[in-house]
T-cell receptor, first 111, second 115 residues
Framework: KQEVTQIPAALSVPEGENLVLNCSFT??????LQWFRQDPGKGLTSLLL?????REQTSGRLNASLDKSSGRSTLYIAASQPGDSATYLC??????????FGAGTTVTVRA | GAGVSQSPSNKVTEKGKDVELRCDPI?????LYWYRQSLGQGLEFLIY????????KSGLPSDRFSAERTGGSVSTLTIQRTQQEDSAVYLC?????????????FGPGTRLTVL
């Protein structure tokens, strides 16, 4: 069974600082990896999807890398803003596209 | 186009009652997934429908939980004799199958509270 771990569980940084969120997974035979954002009481917003053949994806200030051999993915958020405060979830796709989620990293960006 | 929709958005019920949660996937998406997000448990897979194949029910926590998908579109998740530990946000996602169609799209969820 795929186990997904996210470290740290919580992170507080001053505005402008770069954020580094870590995700690790036990089964390297993943198909894809996806990062989501969740605001309190809200659903999931997809941020980046990294296909199994890719090593990274970028969207604006966000960059996500994937290293299947080491079972790791990292989400970088450049020049953080208070609006980036949310919980960030990492999820690994199995061969039948079921998702295994990490517990999330709750980010607070202080103005 | 319309995304995945779920209803109701919130449901409060008494312990022991049955509840039905509805998911309308994106038109043309043949794969449909249900997940549950509980406090302290994170997001967990419940059940997966793919076209006309038998559903993958491996994530259902007990036989009080069941789901069906009619006409390959709308899905209903039913919880019988609800318990307080069933309180959670239930999320539905759909996916277009075929080469290159990998991403699941999530609905806003149904928040279930069992008193």
């Amino acid at each position: 069974k795929q186990e997904v771990t996210q470290i740290p569980a919580a992170l507080s940084v001053p505005e402008g600082e770069n954020l580094v969120l870590n995700c690790s997974f036990t089964d390297s035979a993943i198909y894809n990896l996806q990062w989501f954002r969740q605001d309190p009481g809200k659903g999931l917003t997809s941020l980046l999807l990294i296909q199994s053949s890719q090593r990274e994806q970028t969207s604006g200030r966000l960059n996500a890398s994937l290293d299947k051999s080491s079972g790791r993915s990292t989400l970088y958020i450049a020049a953080s803003q208070p609006g980036d405060s949310a919980t960030y979830l990492c999820a690994a796709y199995s061969s039948d596209y079921k998702l295994s989620f990490g517990a999330g990293t709750t980010v607070t960006v202080r103005a | 186009g319309a995304g995945v929709s779920q209803s109701p958005s919130n449901k409060v019920t008494e312990k022991g009652k049955d509840v039905e949660l509805r998911c309308d996937p994106i038109s043309g998406h043949t794969a449909l997934y249900w997940y549950r997000q509980s406090l302290g448990q994170g997001l967990e897979f419940l059940i997966y429908f793919q076209g006309n194949s038998a559903p993958d029910k491996s994530g259902l926590p007990s036989d009080r939980f069941s789901a069906e998908r009619t006409g390959g579109s709308v899905s209903t998740l039913t919880i019988q004799r609800t318990q307080q530990e069933d309180s959670a946000v239930y999320l539905c996602a759909s996916r277009r199958t075929g080469t290159g169609h990998n991403e699941q799209f999530f609905g806003p969820g149904t928040r279930l509270t069992v008193l």
